[in-house]
């Protein structure tokens, strides 16, 4: 085949899907942009061009600043906890003489399957004060019981907890998929010279599973910057000072219990989520993707 007809070829494939992202996702984006930028309820035709007004009252707006702390709270300690877990199963699973890996990983990866209202529910019936099974825990080891939900400590608590039992199945199995690909070779070479299985997974597995590791931490800071169904499920009602980003962006734009329908200032919010998602990963994958090991 003629290698200036190639071109034109594999445009003509690519077009149909370039036009509906661009379609779909590119122009709401521009678009979301400049709504940032106005003044505008979403219903009126009528947009009021205000400059960077909504960006400045968000640096004074208190309950932005805690739902954006909120949410770094959710980054970094859940991601501390769901990546401690899932290295720690993959060490354990991974071990020889392991029986039922299949069956483990499938059971892990099941709460990703599940609804994020289903589970939401799950968990509201788990730290309800009153009749939930917590409370009931430790009413029955003698502890003091408490209102898990009631306030924004324990709320951070409950969230991390919940979250990281929906999601560590998905990063469990990036990471098993990782290992499936590193030659026993290595494993079996390092035993010879006398390395413990501790010795072996982290001074060989580990190394070997960085780009892995790279591209599912990046995963959990684009998705839990943007995070929204649990937390809303779970808190409408309960406790305002549980927003995240994501919650306090669509209570803005378009209310909760009561209507708001500020487009503008929840898009700029969503502007800022944008620019979060872009500083945070571009930030990570500098400081830790390096060029891949070949093996």
Do not use: H
Request: hydrophobic share 55%; net charge positive; aromatic share 18%.
């Amino acid at each position: 085949m003629n290698r200036k007809v190639k071109p034109i070829i594999i445009l003509g494939f690519l077009s149909p899907g370039l036009l509906l992202y661009g379609y779909y996702f590119f122009i709401p984006m521009i678009k979301s942009f400049y709504y940032s930028l106005t003044k505008w309820n979403g219903f009126s035709a009528e947009k009021t061009f205000i400059g960077l007004k909504n960006f400045k009252d968000l640096t004074s707006d208190k309950s932005f600043i805690m739902a954006l702390q909120n949410t770094l709270a959710f980054m970094v300690f859940g991601g501390i906890l769901v990546f401690v877990l899932c290295l720690l199963f993959t060490y354990l699973m991974t071990k020889k003489g392991f029986r039922g890996r299949k069956v483990y990983s499938r059971l892990f990866y099941f709460p990703n399957m599940v609804s994020q209202a289903a589970l939401a529910v799950l968990w509201v019936f788990f730290f309800n004060p009153t009749f939930g099974l917590l409370n009931g825990i430790l009413n029955w080891l003698g502890l003091a019981s408490r209102d898990w939900l009631g306030s924004r400590v324990s709320g951070i608590v409950c969230i991390i907890f919940a979250t990281s039992f929906a999601f560590v199945g998905f990063y469990l199995t990036l990471m098993l998929s990782g290992y499936d690909r590193i030659p026993d070779s290595y494993i079996e070479a390092a035993k010879i010279d006398g390395a413990g299985d501790i010795a072996c997974f982290f001074r060989i597995t580990l190394p070997l599973l960085r780009d892995v590791l790279v591209i599912a931490v990046t995963l959990w800071i684009i998705n839990i910057l943007k995070y929204f169904e649990l937390i809303y499920a779970m808190f409408k009602g309960f406790s305002s000072a549980m927003n995240t980003l994501g919650t306090y962006m669509y209570a803005m734009a378009f209310g909760s219990a009561v209507p708001i329908f500020q487009l503008g200032y929840g898009s700029a919010i969503a502007v800022i989520m944008f620019l979060l998602v872009v500083i945070f990963t571009g930030i990570f994958r500098k400081a830790f993707d390096r060029e891949g090991l070949q093996y």
